[in-house]
């Protein structure tokens, strides 16, 4: 295992826990794009403002990783107990709709782009000496605006849940998906089309276990007694399993197709869902050999 590994992921997760845990108000601006990590530094703020240029995604799949900095933890909440989130992180599908994004979950106020600027500027001249947090809910608030269009991801919640529930395997994803593509509604036949090229995209591994990995922190959402109920106990998941995951030849190879040759076309080991050692994938979320080697949080 490459030494650089555990620092990086230990210093990402750490971080994204103590975020969580901020007692001071913790106020995110995602006007832009806003993927895999920066999903991280904004997602599990209490007040994540989006703009109409807001776009999100968790596409680790396509370079042979998987969706982690607790993706799987804020996908749990997601409409369709999980399904929507399991959704985004197994197709990586973007969102750019303010709409959508307050659906999700992923934003709790939209505001303009073009007010971003006077909004931050009057934000500092406030006075928090009091109740912080009930002068910043009611400042966004006052400032929040209902976006123009409504929610596509809330129009498609049936066919999203029965194409990606918890106890979906990625083959009886995939079958659903293929059904979906033959309804006579034409919206949810375009979404199911986009979907399966969107699963197309990722490594068969990988997809095998975000699906593992997102179903289990769904499941667990309400049962306090298990740690994937809460968010230190899914980043521990998540080092464990980015650990293992990372050194395999998956993540090199989507690396190189999609960020360094750019051919778009990666060799996956191995190629077919169907052939994915289910038992290598448990693995993954294994504990590691030592306490000591966990991620302290």
Not at 91 to 114: C, E, F, Q
Not at 163 to 171: E, I, P, R, T
């Amino acid at each position: 295992m490459l030494t650089i590994f555990p620092k990086v992921f230990s210093a990402e997760y750490t971080l994204i826990c103590r975020i969580a845990q901020y007692e001071k108000p913790y106020i995110s601006f995602m006007d832009g794009v806003t993927m895999g990590f920066g999903i991280g530094l904004s997602g599990h703020g209490r007040y994540r403002v989006i703009t109409e240029r807001t776009l999100l995604a968790m596409p680790e799949n396509a370079i042979g990783l998987f969706p982690d900095v607790g993706f799987a933890y804020i996908a749990a909440r997601s409409p369709g107990e999980g399904a929507v989130g399991a959704y985004l992180a197994l197709t990586g599908k973007r969102i750019s709709s303010p709409a959508d994004a307050l659906y999700v979950g992923l934003g709790t106020h939209y505001v303009p782009s073009t007010n971003i600027a006077s909004l931050k500027e009057s934000l500092l001249k406030q006075d928090l000496s009091n109740d912080p947090h009930e002068m910043v809910q009611k400042f966004l608030t006052d400032n929040h605006k209902e976006p123009e269009s409504e929610s596509q991801l809330k129009a498609l919640l049936p066919a999203i849940s029965a194409c990606f529930s918890n106890d979906k395997s990625v083959v009886a994803s995939i079958e659903e998906l293929e059904k979906q593509q033959l309804s006579s509604d034409s919206t949810v036949a375009d979404w199911a089309k986009d979907a399966l090229l969107g699963l197309g995209k990722g490594a068969p591994f990988s997809l095998c276990l975000t699906h593992k990995h997102f179903s289990a922190v769904a499941a667990a959402r309400g049962d306090y007694e298990n740690d994937l109920s809460k968010l230190d106990g899914v980043m521990k998941a998540e080092y464990r399993i980015a650990l293992r995951s990372s050194p395999r030849n998956d993540f090199v190879e989507g690396v190189r197709a999609v960020l360094i040759d750019k051919d778009q076309n990666p060799k996956w080991e191995p190629a077919n869902i169907e052939d994915v050692d289910m038992s290598e994938v448990d693995s993954m979320l294994q504990p590691l050999q030592a306490d000591a080697d966990e991620l302290q949080v």
